[in-house]
């Protein structure tokens, strides 16, 4: 199997492993306090759910970027596989770019529906998320130093433009690596299997050192 990265991918897929496991937390938290707050206290939290469901789409979409970074992507590679390499690599230069094609429409989607709520619709706000104070001067840029009682509508939809601008240039890196031969496919596919059969024998090479290293003391 070519090598796909290196253990460490460097700063951009900490940021976004640390975003994903923030975002998981936070949601984790937000739902259980709600569930404690309604069956203990007969009480609720009003914007629990709202907060989840943006956290949510966040973290899927941020998830979606790093999938395609690590080869994460389950797929079918029943007639790939049966290819020569030069027909693997043939087809995984096609699908790259498939794939990119797709994600630059969905960006121009995705930025003709933020934009206007970071324009003439600044002063739309989300149903219950309420605004935290410290963002207050956002208001004074976007809403013409009104503050907002809910957090405005284009920083959560933010994530649109965000993550489809990432998920493109995921694309077009695997796609120059596939060209390169640091890859071969896009999907996880039996490459996923042949890197937890590294990472069991790295394992086991661990334990049978460090049994070692026990028994010269």
């Avoid at 503050?147 to 990432?166: D, G, M, N, T």
Wanted: one cysteine or more.
């Amino acid at each position: 199997m070519t090598e796909q990265s290196s253990p460490d991918g460097g700063w951009a897929d900490r940021i976004e492993e640390t975003l994903i496991a923030v975002f998981l937390g936070l949601m984790t938290l937000i739902t259980f306090a709600n569930v404690v707050a309604r069956y203990v206290f007969n009480d609720n939290i009003l914007w629990a759910l709202e907060a989840t469901v943006f956290l949510f789409a966040w973290m899927v979409l941020l998830g979606a970027c790093y999938g395609v970074k690590k080869s994460l992507h389950l797929g079918v590679d029943i007639v790939v596989a049966k290819l020569s390499p030069s027909g693997k690599r043939l087809m995984g230069i096609c699908a790259a770019a498939a794939c990119l094609l797709f994600a630059v429409l969905l960006l121009k989607g995705g930025w003709d529906y933020w934009y206007p709520f970071v324009t003439k619709r600044a002063f739309l706000e989300t149903n219950d998320v309420p605004m935290p104070e410290f963002l207050q001067f956002i208001a004074i840029w976007m809403n013409e130093g009104e503050k907002y009682e809910k957090i405005p509508r284009f920083i959560p939809y933010a994530v649109l433009p965000l993550s489809l601008a990432l998920m493109t240039w995921r694309f077009g890196q695997a796609g120059w690596q596939i060209w390169r031969g640091e890859r071969t496919l896009l999907i996880a596919s039996h490459e996923a299997e042949e890197m937890m059969q590294e990472f069991e024998e790295e394992r086991a090479g661990g334990s049978e050192k460090d049994r070692v290293q026990r028994s010269d003391c």
